[in-house]
């Protein structure tokens, strides 16, 4: 017995110091200096007393250790069992790694792996001769439904009927805005050379993130640009590590497997996964308060049910701040500068908006007649702000909430294309009447800004 246990505690310490190894190379390359980190010590400190315990310790607290370690593989087995069934509640696994886990169900149900890139999507067709990157934030990485049912994979069902040499790459992240998609932009022509790009634009959430002041995360954690005094972008210096932790996040998806060892497990163990989803949860929980405080601040009660969902109130006030002003601004700034990156490549860039339709709208507005000026807030006015920035550009634009009233959608119908009761992401459906929007209006007739 006492020679098993030790030639296992050998082994496990060996696993330790080749986690360790590969946990390093993987941080430098991720963050671009000699990372150090407590869990590295924590882990060699394990590595360390195995060792200790497999020469030193008595065969009876050998046989202890062995029973904890057996306890901890029963709890992850356990939880992985239970993920896999999709029933564990509050758990979170979205870490960006080539097939990476993703658990998703604080909202929907995702429980799929990622594509070899990283990607909430399924694996891409490089061989297609007419690519299409379409890009956007958590919208459209879509954790809340299967990778095969977001809007990107529809359209490209759609697109292949009668185009079976196009084919549509969904390039979706969580917790990002067109000023992180102006790097995907370019990241996706390193790899993929797209001959067209859809950049989706999440109206509630992207005009939030557009300020410190209304997104109440520092630029030292974000990125975010300003506009000089000729109007054209500039980048925050605090969010330059930000930005580029960034780009070296999209790169390193393409090296080896091996290289991205560490961050795969990772995202597969689930109980770093509950760990990280508890810090995770305190986190968002803490940005929301102070969202809510901002929005209760106004003495509306529609503002402070936006804040309430993650979203600033203030770029939809009647009349319009000037720092919601300001929001839009340097929304349409990098918006104009998608257009300038397609077109140094050669690609087609298309804008899809996706509009937000707060609770207050349900509790007021029934049938088919609706607005969404509600009070002091007017969510669809920044649509038609950016519909009047497509045109005078010349960038073809689907805008989904106009489209909604266009065809004479009920109340209830849009209930049924988000989720959390009408306030949250898409549903599957909603996914599937975006990329027929999106279909018809770039596709199914010829194109026009």
Not at 16 to 28: G, K, Q, S, V
Request: aromatic share 10%.
């Amino acid at each position: 017995m006492h020679r098993i246990l030790r030639i296992l505690f050998v082994v496990l310490a060996a696993s330790l110091l080749a986690y360790i190894a590969l946990f390093e190379n993987y941080m430098r390359l991720l963050e671009g200096f000699d990372f150090q980190s407590k869990l590295v010590w924590l882990l060699a400190a394990g590595a360390v007393f195995l060792l200790v315990a497999a020469w030193r310790f008595p065969v009876r607290w050998n046989f202890l250790i062995f029973l904890l370690f057996l306890c901890v593989l029963c709890v992850e087995v356990v939880l992985q069992a239970l993920c896999w069934m999709g029933v564990v509640p509050g758990i979170t696994a979205k870490l960006r790694a080539p097939y990476g886990r993703v658990y998703w169900s604080a909202e929907g149900r995702g429980n799929s792996i990622r594509n070899r890139y990283g990607w909430y999507y399924p694996k891409f067709d490089e061989s297609a001769p007419f690519r299409i990157a379409y890009i956007g934030d958590s919208q459209t990485e879509a954790v809340e439904v299967p990778p095969d049912r977001n809007q990107a994979a529809d359209l490209n069902t759609l697109l292949r009927k009668t185009r079976p040499d196009m084919a549509v790459l969904g390039m979706g992240t969580h917790g990002t805005c067109p000023a992180f998609h102006l790097d995907v932009l370019d990241y996706a022509w390193r790899h993929f050379q797209p001959r067209e790009a859809i950049v989706e634009v999440s109206l509630g959430a992207n005009l939030t993130e557009m300020l410190p002041e209304l997104n109440h995360i520092p630029p030292s954690g974000y990125i975010y640009y300003s506009l000089d005094s000729s109007n054209r972008l500039a980048l925050n210096p605090l969010s330059a590590p930000v930005r580029e932790r960034r780009i070296r996040g999209m790169e390193i998806c393409h090296r080896s497997l091996l290289v991205n060892a560490s961050a795969i497990f990772d995202s597969h163990c689930m109980i770093f996964r509950t760990l990280d989803s508890l810090r995770d949860a305190f986190q968002q929980r803490r940005r929301q308060m102070l969202l809510t405080a901002k929005s209760d601040g106004l003495g509306q009660t529609e503002g402070g049910e936006l804040g309430r969902i993650g979203f600033n109130p203030v770029p939809f006030a009647v009349p319009r701040p000037a720092q919601g002003q300001l929001a839009l601004n340097i929304l349409e700034a990098e918006l104009r500068r998608c257009k300038e990156i397609c077109d140094a490549h050669g690609m087609t860039l298309r804008i899809v908006t996706v509009p937000v339709f707060p609770r207050p709208f349900y509790e007021t507005q029934h049938g088919t007649n609706w607005t969404l000026h509600i009070g002091n807030y007017d969510y669809l006015a920044p649509e038609q702000d950016l519909m009047d920035f497509a045109r005078a550009n010349a960038i073809p634009i689907a805008p989904i909430g106009h489209t909604f009233k266009a065809q004479g959608l009920s109340v209830d119908e849009i209930r049924s294309l988000y989720l959390s009761d009408g306030v949250g992401h898409l549903t599957v459906k909603g996914h599937e009447r975006v990329s027929q929007i999106v279909f018809s209006d770039f596709y199914a007739k010829p194109a026009s800004p």
